[in-house]
């Protein structure tokens, strides 16, 4: 059975193409829900016109997609909240608790 953990591992191998730090820390994830192999992430980009959205949308579902136990990977992009440099920061801070 595929952990959240496992998943978050994942995603901090998948770095922002313009600013080099990984996506989870960054604080572009806002949810992620695993239920009998099927894996929900809600998550946002820097600015809604960001031109490699879809690109790391896309490399979010084929990473995580290879994971062992995972049967289903759904990703949901969205801009409420709107991310803020200040998300960067809480991300971050999140790992050292």
């Not at 997609?65 to 909240?81: A, I, M, N, R, Y």
């Amino acid at each position: 059975m595929v952990s959240k953990d496992s998943i978050i591992n994942i995603l901090k191998e998948i770095y922002d193409p313009e600013i080099p730090i990984n996506i989870y820390d960054l604080g572009l994830i806002y949810q992620i829900d695993v239920k009998d192999g099927d894996v929900y992430i809600l998550m946002t980009l820097t600015f809604p016109g960001c031109p490699m959205g879809n690109l790391l949308v896309e490399t979010v579902k084929d990473r995580v997609k290879k994971l062992e136990g995972v049967s289903s990977v759904k990703v949901e992009l969205t801009f409420d909240p709107p991310w803020t440099p200040e998300m960067l920061k809480k991300g971050l801070e999140r790992d050292k608790k």
